[in-house]
Structures are given as C-alpha cells and as structure tokens.
C-alpha cells in the first residue's frame, strides 16, 4: 500500500532535549516536505526536499534541521526543543510529475 | 508573497444541501491552486487541484471548484452535502506548484441532519 509513514504519533518532551522525528514513503517520490499545523494558522511549511542531499527551507524553518540521505527517508530533527516548537506535525512526499501531495498521519508534539 | 484567506471558520450545513466554501488568493500572475481535506485525526488529501485551462475543475468526492481570476478566488462546491464531508478543508497557493505551498487557516465542515 502506497503511504507516508510518520513516528512517533505522539511525543512528549522537556525543553532542550534533541528528538528526531521520522518520515519515510514507498512511493519512489523525489519531493518530500515538512509542514506545522497550529489552530488558526493553518499549515505552515517548515522544510523541504526535492531529491537527495537537496533541501530547502520554507516558511517556517528556525529551530529545525532536516537531511535526506536516502530517498525514501525525510528526517526532522529538532535539536533544542522549545514550547513554541509544540504543535502537530505533517510530512508529505510527491513525486516530481503528479503535483499531488501524499501526507502522513502526523505527529502530535508537546514540549514540557 | 502569495497568501491564502479562507474568510470562514466554522461553516454549518444540513445534510443534502449544497455547500460552498470560500477561498480567495494574493498573488500577481496566475498560481497554482489547491483544495485539501482533512478528517479527524487524518493527513490531508487532495480533492483538486487547478493549474491552466478549464477554470471550473472536478475533483474526488464529487467537489468542484471554480477558479475566477478577477475576483482572485476559487471557491469549492458540491451539490449535495453527506455526512461524511464533515472535516476541515484547507485551501492552498503555490506559485511554481506543489514545492512551497501556502495553506489557508481552513474551514470545518459540520453537517447537521
């Protein structure tokens, strides 16, 4: 089955404590992306990736760290959490043609 | 930069009646438009999406949006409203495609009996 496979569902951390949260597909997709949703803001993209070992910030990318070593994986990685940093987040991968995002369940973060 | 105005929070409607959810857009040249939903505790699929052409496009479910370029909107319809269609909607800009999206603060769907 096709999907984008997000872990943990869930997280609870303290402020300071590193924490990596992973997102990989199986659809071959070149593009994947990160993104924060947040009540009454929306979607807000945080990081993204058109291949391997090419990453570009988006709108929202202060306090995060990205790579893409293989295809398939897309890592976030939040080196000194903050509370501003809780909030529920999305990855989404595409391939270069279609223009049709594929999103992952989320994460939902909490930041002590 | 492009930015996205989805004017309704919350929007209320009996199940069977038709439903149009707003949406209106910022940006100079003609950009690439989307229509997302999100259920409970789900990412977000897409119901359509409008690049060129045909400025009134069909999507899953049976929604349909209407790209009007002198009103900077494209505004999602559907007919006939099922209960199933209770979810967040989120319409989105991006001016060179899908790779830097620019989401709306989204509109809830609530259908009554």
């Known amino acids: 089955e096709a999907q984008v496979t997000q872990n943990p569902r869930y997280l609870i951390t303290v402020t300071g404590k590193k924490l990596t949260v992973t997102c990989s597909q199986n659809?071959?997709?070149?593009?994947m992306s990160w993104y924060r949703q947040d009540p009454g803001l929306g979607l807000r993209q945080i990081y993204y990736?058109?291949?391997?070992?090419?990453?570009d910030k988006g709108d929202v990318p202060e306090g995060y760290k990205v790579s893409r070593k293989e295809k398939r994986n897309f890592p976030l990685i939040l080196e000194s959490p903050s509370p501003n940093q809780t909030s529920l987040y999305f990855c989404?991968?595409?391939?270069?043609?279609?223009?049709?995002?594929?999103f992952g369940s989320g994460t939902q973060l909490s930041v002590l | 930069a492009q930015s996205v105005t989805q004017p309704d929070i919350h929007i209320t409607v009996s199940e069977g009646a038709s439903l149009e959810l707003r949406c209106n857009y910022s940006?100079?040249?003609?950009?690439?438009l989307f229509w997302y939903v999100q259920s409970p505790g789900q990412g977000l699929q897409l119901l359509l999406k409008?690049?060129?052409?045909?400025?009134l496009v069909q999507g899953i479910k049976g929604f349909e949006a209407e790209f009007k370029r002198s009103q900077s909107s494209f505004n999602l319809r559907k007919p006939s409203v099922h209960w199933s269609d209770a979810a967040e909607y989120f319409c989105?800009?991006?001016?060179?495609?899908?790779?830097?999206?620019?989401f709306g603060t989204g509109t809830r769907l609530l259908v009554s009996p």
């Open positions: 990736s058109m291949n391997v070992e090419v990453t």
């Open positions: 409008y690049f060129s052409g045909d400025t």
């Open positions: 989404a991968s595409s391939s270069a043609t279609n223009e049709k995002l594929f």
């Open positions: 989105a800009v991006g001016t060179t495609g899908f790779q830097k999206l620019v």
């Open positions: 940006y100079g040249a003609t950009p690439y």
């Open positions: 659809m071959n997709h070149e593009y």
